[in-house]
């Protein structure tokens, strides 16, 4: 896997571990006013990139059949989403003041372990699962799906086919009378995928930006992302999110990271990418429980409060992933696997 990847991935879970600290600041320290210091939502928009990126990577050339690919990406996302789902739920039932935006209820637990948008019964505003931060898993999922399905197509015809299927996907749901599904479903988010899968085609093509503009568009990139995230609400995400973290991969992957030396935490970090991101929200309520019950001041001062969750989300989250593939070994190269 190539080196930049990881790294990106990283950035990207630990802007999302960043967002969602800095949320929790006021229940710890209602005298914060933390809005002006929300950011890092838009670490979910690289993932998607990314998520289209490799899959088109790890499949070009290759006889993968819709089952074996299916496969992999289940053996991959589903172990620990549903033990985390199933524990969330677990905790809404005995414990309910723990998680403060999930309450137990069946079909919404179902719906959950089956990857379904269903309306939160905490929030009916918001289509969240139990563990809240799975909605981006419920598009990975429906992306893997689709992507499975145009397996079969010839490789010559399989991105005009994904763009044309996704687009009439988005066309149809505007058509079709309103529901959770179709809302969800309609979100031009999901074009992310399609714009990664791009990218990847480029890549294979050596169809990339010239070394000194690659690192000028990442800075510009990563500039935009910071800007647009204050500047345009997530209903606009698509384009004013979407379009810079396009960027900030495109800049990535042209990149020769092979001559430069590797950063072996911020590598392993992204190898461990998967699991923070599914486990952070269990290690901030954790943190929030705590800094609330024991009375030191200094845990509750917005710069320490905000790095402990960092730290130990990314330590949770280590841990997490040494637990679950403890033969697994970080790859490093300057070429994908294989």
């Known amino acids: 896997m190539l080196v930049q990847l990881q790294y990106l991935r990283a950035v990207a879970a630990l802007m999302v571990v960043y967002f969602h600290s800095v949320l929790q600041l006021e229940k710890v320290n209602p005298a914060v006013n933390a809005t002006p210091f929300v950011y890092g939502e838009t670490g ?14 790890t499949t070009s050339g290759r006889k993968t059949t819709p089952v074996d690919f299916a496969r992999k990406r289940i053996r991959r996302i589903v172990p620990l ?4 789902t199933l524990f969330s739920a677990i905790v809404a039932l005995v414990a309910p003041s723990i998680l403060k935006s999930t309450v137990f209820d069946l079909p919404h637990l179902l719906a959950s372990l089956l990857f379904l948008p269903w309306a939160n019964p905490a929030d009916p505003t918001t289509t969240t699962p139990v563990v ?35 687009l009439a996907i988005i066309a149809l749901c505007h058509i079709l009378p309103a529901t959770t599904a179709t809302a969800f479903y309609g979100e031009p ?33 990563f500039a935009f992302l910071l800007i647009n995230e204050y500047l345009v609400r997530p209903e606009g995400r698509f384009y004013a999110w979407g379009i810079p973290a396009i960027f900030i991969v495109y800049s990535a992957i042209s990149i020769d990271f092979s001559k430069l030396p590797v950063i072996g935490w911020l590598n392993y970090l992204g190898d461990a990418s998967y699991e923070i991101y599914i486990t952070h929200a269990f290690t901030l309520a954790f943190l929030r429980t705590v800094v609330n019950r024991i009375p030191i001041g200094l845990l509750q001062q917005p710069v320490v409060f905000v790095m402990l969750c960092l730290v130990l989300s990314s330590i949770v989250g280590a841990i997490i992933h040494e637990i679950l593939t403890p033969r697994r070994k970080m790859r490093v190269a300057s070429r994908p696997a294989g």
């Not at 979910?44 to 990577?57: E, P, Q, R």
């Not at 988010?189 to 690192?215: D, N, S």
């Open 81 to 84: 989403y549903w033990l985390a």
């Open 189 to 221: 988010i999901i074009l992310e995928f399609v714009a990664g899968a791009v990218l990847g085609w480029l890549y294979l093509q050596k169809a990339l930006l010239p070394q000194r503009w690659a690192w000028v568009l990442l800075a510009v990139g």
């Open 44 to 57: 979910v928009d690289i993932f998607f990139v990314l998520s289209g990126f490799v899959m088109w990577l």
């Open 132 to 166: 809240v931060p799975g909605w981006t898993l419920n598009y990975e999922m429906f992306f893997y799906f689709v992507f499975a399905l145009l397996l079969p197509t010839r490789e010559a015809y399989r991105l005009p086919a994904m763009f044309a299927t996704f």
